[in-house]
């Protein structure tokens, strides 16, 4: 499951409520220079603490997890895995949109190189905007990532939806992503954006990974509906 929290102690008080295996938050809820509101029988995992804007929660003593240190910042939080025997990568970010995105795209080509071979998930707040995750309009930061998931090999797992993972008085949008690469993408499964109230302005966005398998997704062309691809980007 992922969301941003927009900083809200409501919003985390609701997503303690659904008791979520692995949360991916961006911007958390601060309290005393800390993150607030989380059960004392979770863990959670973020760098700089005092100013994080992106963490991990765990809600399962069976999973081991440990914090990639070195690639996690205020802006992303990387863990090493390891559930069953299986191991694999998870991150939080957080691309604040007063910055250029190249600098969290530059943050994840570092994660790929770290964890080449195995399976890594990013579950991101990117504010780019692109119709190729099914947005209403491709923004310049929207058409910068486009270019930079299909150089990389990657998939974005959202999938249209009659709700969108951010909504204000303002504006509706398609911004938060969540993206895996070739090892995992059979794994991950059931994408859906929540349609329960988040009390953020931000949806919550849940799915599996490696519980549910769905027929169609052994049997279909991964590049007509989870890979950008040249192809797609001409549409």
């Known amino acids: 499951m992922q969301i941003n929290l927009q900083h809200s102690r409501t919003a985390t008080d609701n997503i303690m409520n659904l008791s979520e295996q692995i949360l991916f938050i961006q911007e958390p809820y601060l309290y005393n220079r800390k993150i607030g509101g989380i059960s004392t029988k979770n863990r959670i995992y973020t760098s700089h603490e005092d100013k994080s804007r992106a963490a991990i929660v765990i809600n399962n003593r069976n999973i081991d997890a440990v914090l990639i240190t070195q690639l996690s910042n205020t802006g992303s939080a990387?863990?090493?895995l390891e559930y069953n025997g299986h191991i694999f990568y998870a991150a939080s970010m957080y691309f604040d949109i007063t910055e250029e995105i190249e600098k969290g795209l530059e943050k994840i080509d570092q994660m790929l190189e770290f964890t080449k071979g195995n399976g890594l998930?990013?579950?991101?707040?990117s504010n780019a905007?692109?119709?190729?995750w099914h947005d209403f309009k491709t923004n310049?930061?929207?058409?910068?990532?486009?270019?930079?998931?299909?150089?990389?090999?990657?998939?974005i797992m959202n999938e249209e939806s009659d709700r969108t993972s951010f909504q204000n008085a303002r504006v509706k949008s398609n911004i938060d992503l969540t993206i895996v690469n070739s090892?995992?993408?059979?794994?991950?499964?059931?994408?859906?954006?929540?349609?329960?109230?988040?009390?953020?302005?931000?949806?919550i966005i849940k799915f599996c990974i490696g519980l549910h398998r769905k027929q169609d997704r052994q049997q279909h062309n991964y590049g007509i509906r989870y890979v950008i691809n040249e192809q797609t980007l001409s549409r």
């Open 78 to 80: 990387l863990l090493e």
């Open 121 to 125: 998930v990013i579950a991101v707040d």
């Open 129 to 132: 905007r692109s119709a190729a």
């Open 140 to 155: 310049k930061g929207g058409k910068i990532m486009e270019e930079f998931i299909v150089s990389k090999n990657l998939y």
């Open 183 to 203: 090892q995992i993408v059979q794994a991950l499964t059931i994408w859906e954006i929540y349609e329960e109230d988040s009390c953020s302005d931000h949806s």
